[in-house]
């Protein structure tokens, strides 16, 4: 699939306290990290004002990096834990609604396919799907903290599955770029890598954002 054209995809692992994110750059058979790190929800006690401080972070990342599609693990419902699920799904939708005011697709896969096309077993441990993104994007270790990874082998699914479907670009990202309310609260955070800096922006001093809640 060398003919496919460039496709920016943003892989994100919600959370209420940390969602992870990570925006990478697929063409062909090739990949590269554009940048990863996480949003934060702060604030105590008010699950309304957490929700929003995710959904400002995803749509600052969506503004600053464009992506043109999103990429989320599937939610699911353990019978145990039946409350888990549902606050979750409140993470889950501000993220989707974030997408959708980008004007991005979201693309939504089962954890089974995600670990299935990272490791090759479906059944495969948390650890291991997470040990799988050091390869293709060349670092030096796993990233931290474990969320980041998880965004990184969500968006390295779509391009596995992209590069097996070929699938071409969705619809382009309109009405971000000027859309800003401010910056992200929390210092970027740049992975390390075995290699030179993969972006002008890894290279510049780590400044204090003051949008949603923070970003790496």
């Not at 796993?142 to 097996?164: G, K, N, S, T």
């Amino acid at each position: 699939m060398s003919s496919l054209p460039p496709l920016r995809i943003v892989g994100i692992d919600p959370g209420l306290n940390i969602t992870g994110y990570a925006v990478i750059e697929s063409t062909g058979q090739s990949v590269k990290l554009i940048e990863a790190g996480v949003v934060r929800g702060k604030t105590k006690g008010s699950l309304a004002a957490r929700l929003q401080e995710i959904h400002e972070g995803v749509r600052d990342v969506i503004a600053e990096l464009k992506p043109n599609v999103m990429a989320l693990e599937q939610l699911y419902s353990h019978y145990e834990r039946p409350t888990t699920a549902i606050l979750m799904g409140h993470a889950r939708g501000v993220i989707v609604l974030a997408a959708q005011l980008g004007g991005i697709e979201v693309q939504s896969y089962a954890a089974t396919k995600i670990k299935k096309m990272l490791t090759g077993n479906g059944r495969a441990p948390k650890a291991q799907v997470q040990q799988a993104v050091i390869q293709p994007f060349r670092l030096v270790k796993a990233p931290e903290p474990p969320d980041v990874a998880d965004a990184m082998a969500i968006a390295l699914c779509h391009h596995f599955h992209r590069r097996e479907t070929g699938a071409m670009i969705p619809r382009p990202l309109t009405g971000t770029r000027n859309q800003r309310l401010g910056a992200r609260k929390n210092p970027a955070l740049r992975l390390p890598t075995s290699h030179s800096p993969i972006t002008e922006l890894a290279q510049k001093p780590i400044n204090p954002r003051r949008r949603g809640g923070g970003v790496g």
